[in-house]
């Protein structure tokens, strides 16, 4: 079994802050910062540009990448990290769509985050008024899938309610279409189990500053799937993609597999963090995270239920269909969770009516999730929510 009070003592958390918001920033690992300290003062300090070499800079993209995807499924080689999730989110489109080139449709559903249909909007608009980008309800994305569709492109877990998409069902229907699916695994990687590699995925991608805890603005990863490795062409040939990037030469020539989704120069410092937070999962079985994940959530939604009539719960009950995060809905929503904040009990919300909160086994125990129910219906019953300070809107919500 996981020992997550062992795994609670490996982040360095406030005093007197009970954490749900590790579904849109990780907290740091303790670990991060004497390792990004190293990268900054022994290596970037001591070797200077030496470090490509000497400290294995240039390789920590793929090797890195083989961390997380462990986590998610993957066969060695098949990930690599670098640039941000839209830019990883465009790569996957693009290739996939130049590997169906007799369709036009990318197919999406009303509920994925925005970034990814703005670029997958974008990405049609670039390519001329014959492709187009198609949504649907998340309910109704299997049945919109049929010859047309060339990409379907879907988050596992709705950023929003958490509901979660059934991902080996849903490319069975789409490879049995002829289609290609890109997923986008922000709200998965680390928070529940993934199996790439045996629900036949053909491109995934995701950010690492969530549930896997790199730190703000993280690097991305993407992976493609070892069958289209060497077929898909780079949208974005940049030079680290490149079969020699040293060579310098003046025409592109992709790199062999997932090193050709390489764009630019990595992250060396925020990968650095990341490499030290992965170390958190060495003793970490996804199986038994998922079951005290779910516990708890389960706990939450019981308590806040039983106290908290006002609020209605807008994730799945069914554990199948959930993520890993709880989300309610109220009209004043904004407001209920900057008081929250206030007292030390850190959610998000998320437009329009959203209080959102993940749950991470990794630092959050029990009796931090009944604590955190408590306190949310205490500010419920006694109004104190409705104040002037918390109605007032941050550029960050």
């Not at 509920?111 to 309910?139: H, I, Q, W």
Request: with cysteine; aromatic share 8%.
């Amino acid at each position: 079994m996981t020992d997550f009070a062992h795994t609670r003592t490996m982040f360095d958390l406030p005093e007197g802050v009970i954490y749900l918001d590790g579904n849109s920033l990780g907290p740091l690992p303790r670990a991060a910062k004497d390792r990004v300290a190293r990268a900054i003062a022994d290596e970037w300090g001591q070797m200077l540009i030496t470090g490509w070499n000497k400290a294995g800079w240039m390789d920590l993209p793929a090797r890195v990448g083989d961390r997380v995807g462990r986590l998610i499924g993957a066969q060695p080689g098949t990930v690599v990290m670098g640039d941000t999730l839209s830019i990883k989110v465009y790569q996957a489109l693009a290739s996939a769509l130049e590997l169906r080139p007799e369709r036009r449709v990318i197919l999406s559903d009303t509920g994925n985050f925005p970034s990814d249909l703005y670029m997958a909007d974008g990405l049609c608009r670039t390519l001329g008024p014959d492709y187009a980008l198609k949504t649907v309800a998340p309910e109704a994305v299997e049945d919109a899938i049929d010859d047309h569709v060339a990409v379907l492109m879907i988050t596992e877990v709705d950023y929003r309610t958490g509901r979660k998409h059934d991902m080996a069902r849903l490319i069975a229907k789409a490879h049995a279409a002829g289609a290609l699916v890109v997923w986008d695994l922000a709200h998965s990687a680390g928070a529940i189990p993934v199996d790439l590699a045996g629900a036949n995925a053909d491109f995934a991608v995701g950010c690492s500053y969530k549930y896997l805890n790199s730190g703000p603005g993280g690097p991305a990863f993407i992976y493609v799937a070892p069958r289209l490795a060497d077929k898909v062409r780079p949208a974005l040939s940049g030079w680290l993609g490149h079969e020699a990037p040293f060579a310098f030469d003046l025409d592109y020539r992709p790199g062999a597999g997932i090193e050709r989704m390489r764009v630019g120069t990595p992250p060396v410092l925020q990968l650095a963090a990341l490499d030290a937070a992965l170390d958190v999962w060495d003793g970490v079985e996804m199986s038994d995270l998922r079951a005290r994940s779910l516990e708890l959530q389960d706990m939450f939604i019981e308590r806040v239920e039983a106290a908290c009539p006002d609020l209605t719960l807008a994730t799945p009950r069914d554990h199948k269909s959930r993520g890993s995060q709880v989300s309610f809905r109220h009209a004043q929503g904004y407001a209920i969770m900057q008081a929250l904040i206030a007292e030390g009990v850190i959610g998000d919300f998320r437009a329009p009516d959203i209080l959102r909160f993940g749950f991470t086994p990794l630092y959050l125990s029990r009796e931090d999730v009944a604590q955190a129910a408590d306190i949310l219906c205490d500010i419920m019953t006694s109004g104190r929510w409705d104040r002037p300070e918390f109605h007032t809107r941050a550029k960050v919500t």
